[in-house]
């Protein structure tokens, strides 16, 4: 059987997870384009981006959490959209980096 899309509704808490979702997954993208330029032996070195995003993601979920902003499923799901939102930062972050430093390599 196929599965069928659900419709997000504001009252059952998942009107977050879908965004947070689309980011890590547009985060993993952008780690996988920018690897595939860069020149062979430093392809690898784009994977620290998402080492980056999740630590930085976990953080935030673990500072919300100890600070105690998470009491409903919709505030975690909040909580979860920022560290998505902040992870996705610091992969970008850190691809930019990665960009800069291996085209500075490649002209010297």
Known sequence: MLA???????DDGMRYMPWSLMLIGVSAIAVGVVG?????????????????????????LGIGLAGGVADTGTDFEALFLTGS????????????????????????
């Open 36 to 60: 595939a330029t860069l020149p062979p032996g430093r392809r690898l070195e784009a994977v620290l981006a998402l080492i980056a995003g999740g630590g930085a993601g976990i953080a935030v």
């Open 4 to 10: 069928t899309a659900r419709v997000v509704d504001d």
């Open 85 to 108: 939102v902040v992870g996705t930062l610091a992969v970008a972050v850190v691809l930019v980096i990665l960009r800069r430093r291996a085209s500075s390599t490649s002209d010297a």
